[in-house]
């Protein structure tokens, strides 16, 4: 059966941290008007749906992952109507809008957790995961937090432990308690009926907890740095039972047109896949429809490595899943500088032409970079907690103001303002003002994929097959079907140049973009010259 592509499927989603985007009332804090204001750049990306990280009423211990209330706006970033007006004009423009929900946590402040610690007996205690100290007084098992130490906080009041995985102000949610999943389900319909179009849905896979709290093995691997790996995280992580939970989000979600749920999940292929869910008669999964395959964020950035996950993941896929890519979040090093400003530029040209959904995040777009976070500035709560790590673990240098020009605070926010982490130093020269009327910069490239994407069936629909060029450093791929024409992409990871023979493809072919900006015009893909880290998309013509 072919079911249309849907604009989950074919679009673009761009991933905004509003804290960091555009400041619009002086506060150095990015806020909803901001991005409101800059809705025309963001349209002129050819994107198609703009995920918002949470904008929910916070103590920010997690920087609104912390959420103390799921139906409001932190005032921070505006109010109700402020997000009312974003979402119209968002829907205005054709795109999309998608929140951050974050069912696994609530914030201490939340009056759900406030009632569950304020006596044993209270009917909400149960909502969240309380246990008695171990015979010693201590934690009841050896779980840890994300954020360092125990993933266990003793409340003298009731004199039991709490469950938190990340900061001690995020106590878990007991989703093997009957009334919390029905909480969590009426929170989505309440955005849902005011129009969001979906969510992303906040460490998905670890919604439940095995309910025999045993400790979990020591990691025999484990490298000696990040103390949460020094563990298996057998009943922490994708424990049985989860999928049920996400099956009813999922109904809910199925309640409305066409909105959407992609859920983030850390895990390899064989566990990834599941969270498709089971097959349905219609030929839909009823899970999520995407679960984020974070692949390319992890993994070396060489030609072979690439190519076989790539094929791998086309492989695992269930039959007529539908695939998604990504190059980087708010919790991981930046693209362009895990691999460098040439490199970057092929990944957004890999992102833009593999099958699948791409999501891009905020300032991949122009190869913003990670900066660089003076000590006093350090503000996330892994870095604080474990400086002898913060360098390999704290978030903060992927989080700094998106860099519009070259005036202070990268226009992030005014003249006199303290942003609430500084620009990267690399602001005045790398920033969107500059690239804009440069034909040749990385976000006139971006533009022209986008654009080409969102054109042609084949990028944003078509099949995927991979072309072997006998090159290790080159990774091709043709893309088809959909009756459109035929594209080829050729993707140089490496500083060498080659001359490829891909007359088996066509003849010819005209290039219909190239990551340097500057070739142009029609090819004898007898002799295909690919420069040192050039990538090109090649529209093949038709053999007469
Ligand atoms: C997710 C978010 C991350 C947050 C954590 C706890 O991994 O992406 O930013 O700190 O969940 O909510």
């Known amino acids: 059966m072919t079911i249309a592509h849907l604009w989950w499927q074919k679009g673009i989603i761009y991933q905004i941290y509003p804290r960091s985007y555009q400041d ?111 015979p010693d007084g201590g934690p009841p098992n050896n779980w840890l937090s994300f954020f360092g130490g125990p993933a266990w906080t003793f409340d003298e009041h009731t004199g039991q432990y709490y469950l938190h995985q990340f900061v001690t102000q995020q106590p878990e949610l007991n989703y093997r308690h009957p009334e919390v999943l029905p909480a969590m389900l009426d929170v989505m319909r309440f955005w849902l009926d005011k129009g969001v179009d979906g969510f992303r849905l906040d460490v998905i896979w670890m919604l439940l907890k095995d309910e025999n709290f045993y400790d979990e093995p020591a990691n025999p691997e484990w490298d000696g740095t990040d103390p949460k790996n020094s563990l298996i995280p057998i009943y922490t992580q994708n424990v049985d039972g989860v999928h049920d939970l996400i099956k009813e989000m999922r109904k809910v979600l199925d309640e409305y047109d066409e909105r959407m749920m992609v859920g983030e999940i850390y895990l390899a292929n064989a566990d990834l896949m599941t969270y498709y869910g089971s097959l349905r008669p219609d030929g839909t999964y009823d899970e999520c429809h ?15 490595v690439v190519r076989k996950a790539v094929d791998q993941y086309e492989a695992d896929l269930p039959p007529g899943a539908w695939p998604n890519w990504v190059l980087g979040n708010h919790d991981r090093p930046r693209v362009a500088t ?5 490199q970057a530029r092929v990944a957004n040209m890999m992102l833009m032409t593999l099958r699948g959904t791409p999501t891009t995040y905020y300032g991949e777009e122009i190869g913003m970079e990670n900066g660089r976070i003076p000590p006093e500035f350090i503000q996330d709560p892994p870095a604080v907690n474990q400086p002898e790590i913060a360098h390999l673990i704290g978030r903060d240098p992927v989080r700094t103001p998106m860099q519009w020009d070259s005036s202070p605070h990268a226009g992030f926010t005014g003249e006199e303002i303290t942003p609430w982490l500084p620009a990267a130093e690399n602001y005045q020269s790398l920033n969107v003002a500059a690239q804009e009327d440069d034909p040749t910069s990385m976000l006139s490239l ?45 993707l140089n990871f490496g500083e060498g140049t080659y001359i490829l023979d891909l007359s088996s493809q066509a003849k010819t072919a005209s290039i219909e973009a190239s990551t340097s900006m500057s070739s142009a015009g029609q090819l004898n893909l007898r002799v295909l010259i690919v420069a040192a880290n050039e990538g090109l998309v090649l529209r093949l013509n038709p053999d007469q």
Request: aromatic share 12%; proline share 6%; glycine share 8%.
């Open 446 to 490: 971006y533009r022209r994929l986008t654009d080409l994407r969102r054109q042609e069936p084949a990028l944003n629909a078509g099949a995927y097959e991979r072309i072997d060029v006998g090159e290790n450093e080159i990774f091709a791929y043709r893309r088809f079907g959909l009756g459109s024409d035929d594209f080829l992409i050729v």
């Open 24 to 134: 619009s009332n002086g506060d150095g804090v990015g806020d909803l008007n901001g991005i409101r204001q800059r809705l025309d750049y963001i349209q002129s990306l050819n994107v198609d749906a703009v995920w918002l990280s949470p904008i929910y009423p916070s103590p920010m211990h997690d920087f609104g992952y912390d959420v103390a209330d799921y139906i409001g706006v932190h005032q921070l970033f505006g109010s109700m109507d402020d997000f009312d007006a974003l979402l119209e004009e968002v829907h205005a423009r054709g795109m999309k809008l998608i929140l951050d929900l974050v069912p696994n946590h609530t914030s201490d402040e939340h009056s759900w957790f406030l009632e569950s610690r304020s006596s044993r007996d209270n009917p909400k205690r149960d909502w969240y995961i309380w246990r008695d100290p171990a």
């Open 338 to 342: 895990r691999v460098g400003q040439e």
């Open 290 to 304: 995407l679960p984020f395959n974070f692949q390319l964020i992890n993994m070396p950035w060489e030609a072979p």
